[in-house]
């Protein structure tokens, strides 16, 4: 075990969840794994998914950060800490951070959940330890005793076992991303909002929201859709998560002026799917 000297930890956006980490599977069968949680004011979330990136600092050095969710993240999120912050808010993800130097050192803990903001220094009580450290897998636990912050307590044990993720990968490929069933529907919701086609539009919008279509704003609706679609054939589809019967897409639209990105939720409903904003 490695006594942590130097770290933060942050609180941003709420419920936090958690207790003792279970074993984890040998790392032929389990990378990628995430396994333990984390408590706050006596409530728990379970980790269930671990990702891991490699931040270059130059001199041929890099840094790496582990992240434990208890949901899954798109690529694009695993790769951008901004993404990954606007995303976990987005999607109500509970997400702990470990930034570790190139000695192997965590010098910063972040934690976001969804009911609870503030930046909070660890005294003491943290503790990492690592029984794999290569550029092909880490394997590891970190553990963090339960201490007060203010009116609050929190503390977490957590076991990873993952493969690291080089920031050149993990990105989407926006071509093979249009070509997907969501976003196709996607692509056609966008053009036909640019063209104001109210039947177009019908037919790829999920039924609760088409009634928009006919309802006393159905004007104000279409001319919003005129002006915020994206062209798709321009545009580059960052990330596209799918789970289950929802997916969610994000896309950026360029003109020669600015620069716009943009979250569509959709939902499979029997074969097809719908954007459903």
Do not use: C
Not at 99 to 127: M, P
Not at 129 to 148: I, P
Not at 212 to 217: A, C, H, R
Request: aromatic letters at 6%.
């Amino acid at each position: 075990m490695t006594l942590i000297t130097r770290h933060t930890l942050v609180l941003a956006t709420a419920w936090l969840l958690a207790a003792g980490a279970a074993t984890l599977a040998s790392p032929a069968h389990a990378q990628n794994r995430g396994d333990g949680s984390i408590t706050f004011n006596g409530t728990q979330t379970v980790f269930r998914l671990a990702y891991a990136v490699k931040v270059p600092i130059g001199g041929g050095k890099s840094e790496t950060t582990i992240i434990l969710t208890d949901k899954p993240l798109s690529a694009r999120a695993v790769t951008d800490k901004g993404e990954r912050s606007i995303e976990a808010q987005a999607e109500n993800i509970t997400m702990l951070e470990l930034e570790i130097d190139s000695d192997k050192e965590v010098f910063n803990v972040r934690v976001v959940a969804q009911r609870t903001r503030g930046t909070l220094s660890v005294s003491n009580g943290l503790k990492a330890s690592f029984d794999v450290w290569s550029d092909k897998l880490v394997q590891g636990r970190v553990t963090a005793a339960e201490q007060a912050f203010g009116s609050h307590r929190i503390s977490f044990d957590a076991r990873f076992v993952v493969a690291p993720t080089d920031p050149k990968q993990g990105k989407t490929d926006s071509k093979a991303a249009w070509s997907t069933p969501q976003g196709k529907v996607l692509a056609e919701y966008l053009r036909a909002g640019r063209a104001g086609d109210k039947a177009a539009i019908r037919r790829v919008l999920i039924a609760d929201r088409a009634q928009t279509l006919d309802g006393p704003n159905a004007a104000d609706f279409l001319e919003y859709l005129k002006t915020e679609s994206v062209d798709p054939a321009t545009a580059t589809l960052d990330s596209l998560t799918i789970d289950g019967n929802t997916a969610v897409a994000s896309i950026t639209g360029r003109t020669k002026d600015m620069e716009r990105s943009r979250k569509y939720p959709l939902r499979k409903v029997g074969d097809a799917w719908f954007v459903a904003p």
